[in-house]
């Protein structure tokens, strides 16, 4: 009896003793295993940004395997990624790093894929409802680009105006939680009492469709003091839209948008201030947690710890925008003005 | 006004129906959308028109032959891609040889649909689906995920679309607009007055008929396709002047928005009938509508494309029934008088002999 008991003990000591050892996990590297990074669609700037992060983690870590960057062309985007989530698992591949197109509706490939022993890592845009995801490597915090948003617009506003938010497609998950979280913003703090926010509008992420979209909005709101696009092409569509029918001091524009494509915009006024992060470091730290649980060097658990090279620590938790969702959160970004913007656009 | 209408031909009668059914639309958005009609609405839609006008000429080309282009869209984008992708590497580059380029750029496209439908017989809805993809894929490889930016365009390329030409009141006539249709009614008037270019017709009328009066079909059906790739390359040209930012998502949809403008337009879908100025006012029919939609704040964002989809087949039902209407009545009135004419020999024959 006596044996079994310390048996039992050795048994304790050794499960605590490995989850200590998890918690704070350096991955080991050169260990074999394929992986695909997928894009929302190919041939977007930020998104081969991505990949040159993931491929400089793919080389750091001396993994003999391979490191694919396939994505769906953009017009069958969302039957594209659910398709190319499929055949990575039938491929058998370690891990899909994913950048959510498809809402809810690649949560049935996904959830195969697992069953099939492929881990599911989402970056950029998360599966809305969190099933058939081990964990999303965040940006920022959704709610914290709620408050610079709102920020923003106060500050270009002076406090007091009308807003409209241009984003990209109805169904994008991340656009709509970072609407919704500015909108929590807005009615929460009374800072933003003055900030009137007329309209919602969608530009599918297409330059025409925006430009056109913005247009609309300065016809039908005629105090109408800023437009808010939290998407690369939004923002920059909207600026030139406002840059060719001479409406920049009138209107401005803010949002998320690229340096080296916001900076003309910035300089000349139309669009003083806009934010974003670096998508190199979120490619790099989505490579380096996709890595550890692909290896099984990670769990997925919350609470579990590690080393993504360069960039450091980083813990999986709860996602507070998503309940039962894990995320890893990356942080910060950065607000462009006129004063850094030519700087970051070299 | 009825005798009017009698000397006037069908394709005319069925442009005013179309008219009829803008002022229809116009109207009722007038209705419902406060602050609507003024010049600001005219400057919109006619500057966002101008690049679907010359798609929308391009895909009647097209369609008038009995066939169809899907990789319309995939063309404009990829023209617009390499066109903005060779003034950035040579900025020196004059307005001319740039047009010049963009539309043999978008030839070559259409030379490779028209080899396939016209030579291998394949039907067309299949080979420009598949080459729909592939431009769309050469494009995305091409560009190598980086995007042609305003800032690296000359000056006088980004602001030719918005030039505006002359004014009145507060509607303005911009350069890309007037270009566009004028291009319009230079295809518009080659296709009514050229021995040539009545063949397209006849091949879609009638594809046995055509070959057994002597058309070479083939050879018609590619130059169709050849020179509706370069009117796309056009497009291409004018989509690059006026977004200056070109990523591969670049003309993505336009060629469903083309088909539906030509099909509103009154091109028959079949083949055989239909004119480039129809085609015109049926692409400023769908951008109107489109346009105004978003302003309409009754349709939210999830029904606007349903709306649309809905107001195209009113406008098509309407314009079909008003031109059955007119023809119909044409027709009796032809009858009528033709009886008359028969009663009046019939008693003058009854009377003729009588004495």
């Known amino acids: 009896m006596k044996s079994f008991k310390t048996l039992g003990l050795a048994a304790a000591l050794m499960i605590s003793g490995a989850s200590l050892a998890t918690a704070q996990t350096a991955l080991e590297g050169g260990q074999e295993v394929d992986m695909v990074l997928l894009p929302k669609f190919l041939g977007i700037l930020v998104f081969d940004q991505a990949n040159e992060g993931a491929q400089e983690a793919h080389a750091e870590l001396e993994n003999p395997g391979d490191l694919l960057f396939v994505g769906p062309t953009p017009e069958n985007s969302v039957a594209g990624q659910i398709e190319i989530m499929t055949t990575s698992a039938t491929q058998g591949q370690g891990a899909v790093m994913l950048s959510n197109n498809a809402g809810d509706q690649i949560a049935p490939a996904a959830q195969a894929a697992q069953e099939a022993g492929t881990r599911v890592v989402t970056w950029d845009s998360p599966i809305p409802g969190g099933e058939g995801e081990d964990v999303f490597v965040a940006q920022v915090d959704f709610g914290s680009i709620g408050v610079v948003m709102a920020d923003m617009a106060h500050s270009i506003l002076g ?21 919704a979280s500015m909108q929590e913003v807005l009615a929460a703090d009374e800072k933003y009492a003055g900030i009137e926010l007329v309209d919602i509008v969608y530009g599918d992420d297409q330059a025409e469709v925006s430009y056109n979209r913005a247009l609309s909005l300065v016809d039908q709101y005629p105090d109408l003091g800023v437009i808010m696009s939290p998407t690369t092409v939004g923002i920059q569509a909207a600026s030139k839209a406002m840059q060719d029918e001479g409406l920049c001091d009138q209107v401005k524009v803010s949002g998320l948008g690229l340096p080296s494509e916001m ?47 360069r960039m450091g620590d980083y813990t999986i938790e709860e996602d507070p925008g998503r309940p039962g969702a894990k995320r890893i959160l990356m942080g910060p970004f950065t607000v462009y003005t006129a004063e850094n913007v030519e700087a970051a656009a070299q | 006004m009825l005798r009017l209408m009698d000397r006037l031909n069908p394709q005319v009668l069925r442009i005013l129906a179309l008219l009829a059914v803008l002022v229809a639309v116009i109207l009722f958005f007038a209705a419902v959308v406060p602050n609507y009609l003024n010049g600001r609405l005219f400057n919109r839609v006619s500057s966002s028109v101008a690049i679907m006008a010359l798609i929308a000429t391009a895909q009647t080309l097209v369609i008038i032959t009995r066939n169809i282009d899907l990789s319309i869209g995939s063309t404009v984008g990829f023209v617009a891609f390499a066109t903005g992708s060779l003034i950035t590497n040579n900025p020196d580059l004059g307005p001319v040889v740039l047009v010049l380029y963009a539309m043999a750029l978008g030839a070559v496209f259409g030379a490779i649909n028209g080899l396939l439908v016209a030579f291998a017989r394949v039907p067309s809805i299949i080979v420009t689906l598949g080459t729909m993809a592939l431009f769309r894929s050469a494009l995305v490889e091409y560009s190598d995920s980086k995007s042609i930016s305003t800032a690296n365009l000359p000056e ?67 130059v169709a396709f050849v020179l509706a790739g370069a009117l796309a390359g056009l497009g291409g040209f004018m989509f690059l002047a006026r977004f200056g930012t070109i990523t591969v998502v670049a003309g993505l949809g336009f060629e469903l928005k083309s088909v539906a403008a030509a099909v509103v337009g009154g091109v028959n879908i079949f083949g055989g009938s239909g004119t480039v100025i129809g085609a015109l006012i049926g692409a400023i029919l769908v951008d109107l509508i489109d346009t105004s939609l978003v302003r309409w704040q009754m349709v939210s964002e999830f029904w606007r494309e349903a709306v649309l989809g809905i107001l195209i087949l009113l406008s098509v039902a309407a314009d079909a029934l008003l031109m059955r209407r007119l023809v119909a009545a044409r027709a009796a009135r032809e009858h009528r008088k033709a009886e008359e004419r028969i009663a009046r020999e019939l008693a003058a024959q009854a009377q003729g002999p009588a004495p």
């Open chain 1, 263 to 309: 900076v003309s915009y910035t300089m000349n006024g139309c669009a003083p201030e806009f934010a974003l992060w670096d998508f190199r470091d979120l490619g790099y730290l989505t490579y380096y947690t996709a890595y550890g649980l692909a290896t099984g060097q990670l769990v997925g658990e919350i609470g579990e710890s590690f080393t993504a090279g």
């Open chain 1, 159 to 179: 406090g007091e105006g009308q807003m409209a938010v241009l984003s990209a497609t109805p169904d994008a998950a991340n656009q709509n939680a970072w609407i």
């Open chain 2, 156 to 222: 006088w390329l980004v602001s030719f679309p918005n030039t505006v030409l002359w004014q009145w009141g507060q509607m303005q006539f911009r350069a890309a607009f007037v270009a566009a249709v004028v291009v319009v009614l230079i295809v518009h008037v080659a296709l009514s007055r050229l021995r040539a270019a009545r063949r397209l017709y006849a091949i879609g009328s009638n594809p046995e008929a055509a070959e057994m009066a002597g058309i070479d079909t083939r050879k018609t059906v590619f």
